[in-house]
């Protein structure tokens, strides 16, 4: 007989459930367990191992739940919340549309309010990764560092003047790169790697006709000497693709690689307006789509994502600060990508599950720490409201994840081994009050521009 050795310690053990863990071998536990320490995994498995050899000082109860890893959400600008339910109606993005807030005229205090309403959200629908970019980044950075999100965070650099955007019209000021160069070199000094990395700091490019070819150059070699990813917005329009050719008779992608920013640190979101030439371009450079196929659907378009696969493109996900559920961002991908295969597409339930977890922890650098559920990884885990009738049958786990379920069956939250939201409750701050805030702000803004909010409306 074996010697016995007395049960090591660890902070949490979620016990029970059913445990898709989404690793490279599909691994499912039936009645399973896991325990964290501090931060991390350090055990999972089936139950009774588990309990055998760790003991907790806090045990959850998880049985008939579904967990699995939390949400990678590599695209968004929580601000930017201020012109959701009205933009989709108005204007294709907002910094080209005229009559709404616009992002260079909020406060940071505004910023503040409306990105911790964004957090919030990302977080209440299972996202537990975020890309944020905008401007203000350090408002941004503190929303996530005070929710207890795991972000990526930068500031959105360009040089062409806003104003001027809102009339499409490209003024492109130097002093404005000055600006918003130095705000993300700011938040790189007071962030980068907070709270042992769960805040990180990257460069962030606007896109290639907001930024200038200097101003993407001058990026491109803060961002090698920096390291980390760099974000933009790629091909999202016929404006930019025009504007890009009036300037230098190429296409996107070639200014990009032009400037040094088309390699495999590159996550580019949209490339729905591309030349089918330059699918090769950006597969053999090895750069990451950030997929986000309900805002494109929303202006009638369906990023040519499959072509772009064939040709060596990774495809993240991601919700651009439309609505924050990735959930349903799964479903439209995989939809909307058989409408453009004329139902061809080879795409099902687990690739885009695969697209929301571990594609896009990879293409952040983070492939190793989240993403999926095994020892040694950070704990990023969702426990599923499986008493909710829009999740069942769970038969093979994933598909009811993408066809069925949506953000609000997410129960439970845990980031780096914190649980954030429990019982659909935020646990890191009042979150009804966030809403009630960011509501105040969004009215004040928008009757400023001129709208006439329906709660300050009378009678009819
Ligand atoms: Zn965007």
Redesign the pocket.
């Given at each position: 007989m074996p010697p016995e050795t007395s049960p090591a310690a660890c902070d949490l053990i979620l016990s029970g459930g059913t445990i898709l863990t989404l690793d490279d071998a599909d691994t499912v536990f039936a009645d399973g367990a896991i325990a964290v320490r501090r931060r991390d995994i350090v055990a999972i498995g089936p139950r009774e191992t588990v309990e055998a050899a760790w003991t907790a000082a806090r045990r959850v109860d998880c049985t008939g739940r579904l967990l699995m890893p939390g949400l990678v959400n590599v695209?968004?600008?929580t601000p930017l919340m201020i012109t959701r339910g009205m933009i989709e109606d108005i204007g294709f993005a907002p910094m080209f549309t005229p009559g709404i807030p616009q992002g260079h005229r909020l406060s940071e205090e505004e910023a503040s309010l409306l990105a911790r309403l964004g957090v919030y959200e990302m977080l209440r629908n299972g996202c537990t990764t975020l890309v944020d970019f905008y401007r203000y980044p350090q408002a941004l950075a503190r929303a996530h560092a005070e929710l207890g999100s795991r972000a990526v965070i930068a500031g959105r650099v360009h040089d062409a003047d806003p104003e001027e955007l809102t009339r499409r019209r490209y003024v492109y000021n130097p002093g404005l790169a000055r600006e918003t160069i130095a705000e993300n070199a700011d938040l790189i000094a007071a962030f980068d790697g907070f709270d042992a990395g769960r805040i990180r700091c990257d460069w962030a490019p606007h896109a290639p006709d907001t930024c200038s070819d200097a101003c993407l150059r001058e990026v491109a070699e803060l961002a090698r000497w920096h390291g980390g990813n760099i974000h933009t917005?790629l091909c999202q329009s016929g404006i930019e693709v025009e504007q890009v050719h009036a300037r230098s008779g190429r296409t996107p992608p070639q200014a990009l690689e032009d400037a040094g920013l088309l390699d495999p640190r590159l996550i580019a979101?949209h490339c729905i307006h591309i030349d089918p030439e330059d699918y090769v371009r950006l597969g053999a450079a090895g750069i990451a789509l950030a997929y986000t196929p309900i805002g494109n659907a929303k202006t009638g378009r369906i990023a040519p994502v499959l072509d772009l696969a064939e040709s060596g493109v990774a495809v993240t996900l991601c919700t651009?600060?439309f609505s924050g559920d990735l959930f349903e961002a799964m479903r439209w991908a995989v939809a909307m990508q058989r409408v453009k295969r004329d139902g061809q597409s080879v795409l099902d339930a687990r690739t885009a599950l695969r697209w929301a977890t571990q594609a896009g922890a990879e293409r952040l650098g983070l492939g190793d720490k989240i993403g999926a559920l095994t020892a040694g990884r950070r704990a990023d885990i969702l426990i599923m409201d499986t008493d909710a009738p829009g999740l069942a049958p769970v038969i093979d786990g994933y598909g009811i994840l993408v066809w069925s379920a949506n953000g609000g069956h997410v129960r439970s939250v845990i980031v780096d081994g914190r649980m954030v939201i429990e019982d659909g409750r935020l646990t890191t701050a009042d979150g009804p009050a966030l809403v009630r805030e960011a509501q105040k702000v969004a009215e004040r803004l928008w009757t400023t521009a001129g709208r006439n909010p329906v709660s300050r409306r009378v009678g009819a």
């Amino acid at each position: 007989m074996p010697p016995e050795t007395s049960p090591a310690a660890c902070d949490l053990i979620l016990s029970g459930g059913t445990i898709l863990t989404l690793d490279d071998a599909d691994t499912v536990f039936a009645d399973g367990a896991i325990a964290v320490r501090r931060r991390d995994i350090v055990a999972i498995g089936p139950r009774e191992t588990v309990e055998a050899a760790w003991t907790a000082a806090r045990r959850v109860d998880c049985t008939g739940r579904l967990l699995m890893p939390g949400l990678v959400n590599v695209h968004n600008h929580t601000p930017l919340m201020i012109t959701r339910g009205m933009i989709e109606d108005i204007g294709f993005a907002p910094m080209f549309t005229p009559g709404i807030p616009q992002g260079h005229r909020l406060s940071e205090e505004e910023a503040s309010l409306l990105a911790r309403l964004g957090v919030y959200e990302m977080l209440r629908n299972g996202c537990t990764t975020l890309v944020d970019f905008y401007r203000y980044p350090q408002a941004l950075a503190r929303a996530h560092a005070e929710l207890g999100s795991r972000a990526v965070i930068a500031g959105r650099v360009h040089d062409a003047d806003p104003e001027e955007l809102t009339r499409r019209r490209y003024v492109y000021n130097p002093g404005l790169a000055r600006e918003t160069i130095a705000e993300n070199a700011d938040l790189i000094a007071a962030f980068d790697g907070f709270d042992a990395g769960r805040i990180r700091c990257d460069w962030a490019p606007h896109a290639p006709d907001t930024c200038s070819d200097a101003c993407l150059r001058e990026v491109a070699e803060l961002a090698r000497w920096h390291g980390g990813n760099i974000h933009t917005h790629l091909c999202q329009s016929g404006i930019e693709v025009e504007q890009v050719h009036a300037r230098s008779g190429r296409t996107p992608p070639q200014a990009l690689e032009d400037a040094g920013l088309l390699d495999p640190r590159l996550i580019a979101a949209h490339c729905i307006h591309i030349d089918p030439e330059d699918y090769v371009r950006l597969g053999a450079a090895g750069i990451a789509l950030a997929y986000t196929p309900i805002g494109n659907a929303k202006t009638g378009r369906i990023a040519p994502v499959l072509d772009l696969a064939e040709s060596g493109v990774a495809v993240t996900l991601c919700t651009d600060t439309f609505s924050g559920d990735l959930f349903e961002a799964m479903r439209w991908a995989v939809a909307m990508q058989r409408v453009k295969r004329d139902g061809q597409s080879v795409l099902d339930a687990r690739t885009a599950l695969r697209w929301a977890t571990q594609a896009g922890a990879e293409r952040l650098g983070l492939g190793d720490k989240i993403g999926a559920l095994t020892a040694g990884r950070r704990a990023d885990i969702l426990i599923m409201d499986t008493d909710a009738p829009g999740l069942a049958p769970v038969i093979d786990g994933y598909g009811i994840l993408v066809w069925s379920a949506n953000g609000g069956h997410v129960r439970s939250v845990i980031v780096d081994g914190r649980m954030v939201i429990e019982d659909g409750r935020l646990t890191t701050a009042d979150g009804p009050a966030l809403v009630r805030e960011a509501q105040k702000v969004a009215e004040r803004l928008w009757t400023t521009a001129g709208r006439n909010p329906v709660s300050r409306r009378v009678g009819a």
